[in-house]
């Protein structure tokens, strides 16, 4: 059980580290736009059918896999695409893309914009970046971080959110054991919970930053 947890944590401190980004990595056929299959070893530079640049319908990794695109995409440990157009799925840690416009699997699922499905334990969208809300759709199972609907066990957001803990800023439909939303007149809430127009009081910190400005 200990080595369960200890390499559940290593995936979902490992997979988001691989932020999609450059492609740059060359191939034994090398210069196509679009290639049907890549089949790369993982970890080990250029040993790949094509390039990483090169747009595919099935990629295949080894171990790791990175690619401009695919159509369907399976790796052993990480899958790293730019661009996910139908199924992602590494066997093992997780999945990353700049943009999900399929189904993303894994135990941690990273999308810079995800205009699809992540199902995992940890689907998240923001990397120190602002989530755009016309940038995420659904996302299920585990702790999930988005702007759409949530159904999972920790939902973080401001729209529809069913699961186990919910937690809202205001504006959000809440259904589960726990629920708290700084806009209701309950805040902490068990089974149901909803923003009920009550204005949130700002921190000790915002009044006294404002107090130093109405002085000025």
Sequence with gaps: MKKFILVLLTALLFAPALSAGDFDDKGLLTGWRFFPLQLDAG?????KLVDEETNTFISVGLLLLEQKSAVLSVALLANRLQNNYGIQLPLFLGSVTDNNYGISFGWDNFSKKCYGIQLGVLNHC???EKIEPQHERWQFLGMNIADRVYLGVVNISDKLQIGLCNLSPGN???IGLLNYNARSFIPWCPVI??????????????????????KR
């Design 193 to 214: 919970n909803f923003d009920m127009g009550n204005e949130t009081k700002p921190s000790a910190k915002e009044d006294g930053q404002k107090k130093e400005t109405s």
């Design 43 to 47: 970890l080990v530079k250029s040993r």
């Design 126 to 128: 923001f990397a120190g």
């Design 172 to 174: 959000a439909f809440q």
